[in-house]
Nanobody
Framework: QERLVESGGGLVQPGGSLTLSCTTSGFTPDWDAIGWFRQVAGKEREEVSCINADGVSRYYSDSAKGRFTISRDKDKNLVHLEMNNLKPEDTAVYYC?????????????????WGRGTQVTVSS
């Protein structure tokens, strides 16, 4: 059975860094793209980033470009999201998700599997 478990959230000051990790199980590592979405209370869930099965192709939202890096360790079934220069507007619950596209934006309604989320708070 497919399962996604996030870790690594927390409280960080503006300009700081956090790395989120997603442990995957039950997926086919050679075929499945894994991504990160985030949601602020009262707003729609939005895609942040996605990485394809071989870890070569990556998608980033405009807000993530230049600050966030997604990576994948297929041997350990891990997907990481390194977030740098964090801003208060990055505050949200971050979810690991599949499938997604590493080539174009993916709508949350098209995601089949979600993790339970991890809170990221950027505040001084």
């Amino acid at each position: 059975q497919e399962r996604l478990v996030e870790s690594g959230g927390g409280l960080v000051q503006p300009g700081g860094s956090l790395t989120l990790s997603c442990t995957t199980s039950g997926f086919t590592p050679d075929w499945d793209a894994i991504g990160w979405f985030r949601q602020v209370a009262g707003k729609e869930r939005e895609e942040v980033s996605c990485i394809n099965a071989d870890g070569v192709s990556r998608y980033y939202s405009d807000s993530a470009k230049g600050r966030f890096t997604i990576s994948r360790d297929k041997d350990k079934n891990l997907v990481h999201l390194e977030m740098n220069n964090l801003k208060p507007e990055d505050t949200a619950v971050y979810y690991c998700a599949s499938p997604c596209s590493s080539w174009y934006p993916w709508d949350a309604s098209e995601v089949d599997y979600w993790g339970r989320g991890t809170q990221v708070t950027v505040s001084s």
